[in-house]
């Protein structure tokens, strides 16, 4: 793993929600910081309601990650394109995000309860 990139235990209870909608809760999320970026929460997918995830075509490559895959949410208020990411097969340093998935919180409000 590259030196910048550190990967724990997110403690306690995360929840995320979009367009008013809980999309999932989880006590086993993971807190992914790296450099100088905020730390972002990862999901793990059997905590989140995937119903409501599309894939897209969209990808984009991390040299310390690998290739993510991007989400769209089906929202009732309409779809927020590409609002979540995932490391389908995560480079070896990065392994623990593997079945976790990411999200931009300027499209949904990821949160500690």
């Known amino acids: 793993m ?3 990139i550190k990967i724990r235990p997110a403690t306690g209870t995360w929840v995320v929600r979009a367009a008013g909608a809980v999309l999932g809760e989880s006590t086993n ?3 992914l910081a790296e450099g100088d970026y905020p730390p972002v929460i990862y999901f793990p997918r059997a905590d989140l309601a995937m119903a409501f995830l599309e ?3 969209t990808t984009s490559t991390c040299p310390y990650k690998g ?3 991007y989400f769209t949410i ?3 208020s309409g779809p927020l394109a590409n609002a979540a990411w995932s490391y389908e097969r995560p ?3 990065v ?3 593997k079945d976790h998935l990411a999200f931009y919180s300027d499209k949904v409000a990821v949160e500690q309860v």
Do not use: Q, R, W, Y
Request: charged share 30%; glycine share 4%; net charge negative.
């Open 2 to 4: 590259a030196d910048h």
């Open 74 to 76: 089906v929202a009732k």
């Open 29 to 31: 999320a993971l807190e």
């Open 55 to 57: 894939p897209t075509d």
């Open 91 to 93: 480079l070896e340093g």
């Open 95 to 97: 392994a623990a995000i």
């Open 67 to 69: 290739e993510a895959s």
